[in-house]
T-cell receptor, first 113, second 111 residues
Framework: ETGVTQTPRHLVMGMTNKKSLKCEQH?????MYWYKQSAKKPLELMFV???????ENNSVPSRFSPECPNSSHLFLHLHTLQPEDSALYLC????????????FGPGTRLTVT | GQNIDQPTEMTATEGAIVQINCTYQ??????LFWYQQHAGEAPTFLSY????GLEEKGRFSSFLSRSKGYSYLLLKELQMKDSASYLC????????????FGRGTQLTVWP
């Protein structure tokens, strides 16, 4: 399998549930990202990992907890979410160098009920 | 804060030319990206500009003026499959990989 994959593609969860989103990249990149995409809003960076180390947390609430066990895998653990957290969550990866394109996964459509 | 503006929606007909503008005001600049995103799909890279001028790639071209904080994406010989959202993103150069995105321009191509 090539590129960036994400599972699940769709997720519906209640506010008291705990779930995890998974991202995997097969491109040999060293940087991985989580983005949130809500309707009518710009794509919003959540977290950046370089060589498995978190280099940016864009003031994301603690109910979102990222994990990067290696350069190919990235998780986003979710707990006690709010309805306003419903959005498309996109994962991306890139080589770890400046001014380089990012490769996005297809996203997980999350609905919090 | 960082400000990246692009029109919300545009329409055009098959075979026509359309220009999607993006203006930015950011503290720092290290390049500007354009991405295409079809409904329900991942954004895909279209172009990157860091120097002033026009970059041509097939039917798509991208222009940058750093002094004006302005870029445009030019799509020629429009096809129905070009109907998508076009995202402008600026690399401020502050943090490796950190991009600031505009809200996207939804382009609809009519037959």
């Amino acid at each position: 399998e090539t590129g960036v994959t994400q599972t699940p593609r769709h997720l519906v969860m209640g506010m008291t549930n705990k779930k995890s989103l998974k991202c995997e990249q097969h491109l040999g990149h060293n940087a991985m990202y989580w983005y949130k995409q809500s309707a009518k809003k710009p794509l919003e960076l959540m977290f950046v990992y370089n060589f498995k180390e978190q280099t940016e947390n864009n003031s994301v609430p603690s109910r979102f907890s990222p994990e990067c066990p290696n350069s190919s895998h990235l998780f986003l653990h979710l707990h006690t979410l709010q309805p306003e957290d419903s959005a498309l969550y996109l994962c991306a990866s890139s080589p770890m160098k400046t001014s380089t394109e990012q490769y996005f996964g297809p996203g997980t459509r999350l609905t919090v009920t | 804060g960082q400000n990246i503006d692009q029109p919300t929606e545009m329409t055009a007909t098959e075979g026509a030319i359309v220009q999607i503008n993006c203006t930015y005001q950011t503290s720092g600049f290290n390049g500007l990206f354009w991405y295409q995103q079809h409904a329900g799909e991942a954004p895909t890279f279209l172009s990157y500009n860091v120097l002033d001028g026009l970059e041509e790639k097939g039917r798509f071209s991208s222009f940058l003026s750093r002094s004006k904080g302005y870029s445009y994406l030019l799509l020629k010989e429009l096809q129905m499959k070009d109907s998508a959202s076009y995202l402008c993103a600026v690399d401020r150069g502050s943090t490796l990989g950190r991009l600031y995105f505009g809200r996207g321009t939804q382009l609809t191509v009519w037959p």
